[in-house]
């Protein structure tokens, strides 16, 4: 194998590995909802288009 293969694996290898690093340090600046607050909010929205629906049925 030529040197130049050699060293476009080793580059592509670390570009691999800074971006997944770059990747971490993003998401661990990221602030993730509860479960709880999440379980709320989609209770909140499927109320609300259930009255959606219903005042639609009531048009047609």
């Given at each position: 194998m030529s040197t130049g293969w050699i060293i476009a694996i080793i580059?592509?290898?670390?570009?691999?590995?800074?971006?997944?690093?770059m990747l971490v340090k993003k998401t661990a600046k990221m602030?993730?909802?509860?479960?709880?607050?999440?379980?709320?909010?989609?209770?909140?929205?499927?109320?609300?288009?259930?009255?959606?629906?219903g005042s639609n049925e009531d048009k047609g």
């Open positions: 580059v592509i290898a670390l570009g691999i590995i800074v971006s997944n690093i602030k993730m909802p509860s479960l709880k607050d999440l379980e709320q909010e989609k209770q909140k929205n499927e109320g609300s288009q259930n009255k959606n629906q």
